[in-house]
């Protein structure tokens, strides 16, 4: 990776991320996107090509922008210049082409739903009316839910009502959701936050398996790169209004991130193969209502 003299709000560079062997048009790709909300320039100038089947990693400091740029692949908030493209149309176009998993749920533990009807919802939640009982609609859905659940290894207490259910049970069972339509990328919000470490593990390996078996693009914000570290193909950075892209051993590095924030940043790696980025500025608009300040790589 070659990453020009930085500018503020510039891109380092254009990533083009896909194997021309692999597929010839990307699955995702943003060329000089920019995206305003509330006025405001979050990012300006990124580029970025995502390849079939590629595990792609958002980062950045809170409040840059990460979960902003998953909205825009959405469809939901139009970039405010540049191209962006998702699964060669534009966003918002591929329907259920594309899974999505907001950032994290919380279930009232008097919940009566099942983990099985969560599910359900991500296959016939938008439409009106249900399939009748001995429908071949109802036998494909309960089908293929029952299929996600066991990829995602939730059969042991997917019927059993999600608010009693572990923040890693309920996780997987919101994967399935994403999953269940089979999406050709899935886009996932924080799926680790909040997480204890060997759930993290256990999701992110489960994400992992996703990539590879199923030949899901995945592209996932994620406050610690560190669980998903690697299994990941590239990562976007996001800081300072700008962004690098590429593969994680190219972009975490100290030379790389202090050109991008423009001031000296150290990585350090821990004798268990962690990265540790130090000496990251504050965002300019931290909110800090869903994280804590503590914790970050
Ligand atoms: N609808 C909105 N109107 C105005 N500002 C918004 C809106 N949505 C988000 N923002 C602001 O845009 C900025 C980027 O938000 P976003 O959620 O994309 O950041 P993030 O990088 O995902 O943050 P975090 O890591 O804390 O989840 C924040 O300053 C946020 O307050």
């Known amino acids: 990776m070659t990453t020009p003299a930085r500018t503020p ?67 939901v908030l139009p970039p405010a210049s540049g191209e962006v493209r998702v699964l060669g149309t534009a966003p918002g176009r591929a329907g259920q082409r594309v899974g999505y998993l907001p950032q994290r749920r919380s279930f009232d533990p008097s919940l009566r739903m099942r983990g099985l009807d969560i599910v359900r919802l991500g296959w016939d939640g938008d439409r009106w009316g249900l399939p009748l009982p001995w429908s071949a609609g109802r036998r494909d859905a309960g089908r293929r839910i029952a299929e996600v659940v066991e990829l995602v290894g939730a059969s042991g207490y997917a019927h059993r009502p999600i608010g009693r259910l572990s923040g890693g049970e309920q996780q997987r069972l919101l994967i399935a959701q994403a999953l269940v339509r089979r999406p050709e990328l899935l886009l996932l919000d924080e799926p680790l936050d909040s997480l204890d470490l060997p759930n993290q593990a256990a999701v992110a390996a489960l994400v992992g398996r996703i990539c590879r078996e199923e030949g899901v693009t995945v592209m996932m914000v ?20 700008g962004a690098v892209t590429g593969p994680p051993e190219r972009v975490i590095t100290a030379e790389t991130l202090s050109r991008l924030y423009g001031t000296p940043i150290e990585v350090l790696r821990t004798s268990d193969g962690r990265l540790v980025v130090v000496g990251q500025p504050e965002a300019p608009a931290r909110h800090t209502d869903r994280h804590t300040a ?4």
């Open 9 to 75: 709000g510039a891109v380092p560079r254009q990533d083009t991320g896909t194997d021309p062997a692999r597929s010839a048009a990307p699955v995702v790709s943003l060329r000089g996107a920019s995206v305003r909300i509330g006025g405001r320039t979050l990012w300006s100038d990124v580029g970025l090509d995502v390849g079939a089947g590629q595990f792609v990693a958002i980062l950045g400091p809170n409040g840059v922008g990460k979960s902003t740029l998953l909205k825009v692949l959405l469809g």
């Open 222 to 241: 994620a406050h610690d790169v560190n669980p998903i570290l690697s299994r990941l193909d590239r990562v976007v950075y996001l800081a300072e209004g």
């Open 294 to 297: 503590g914790g970050r790589p």
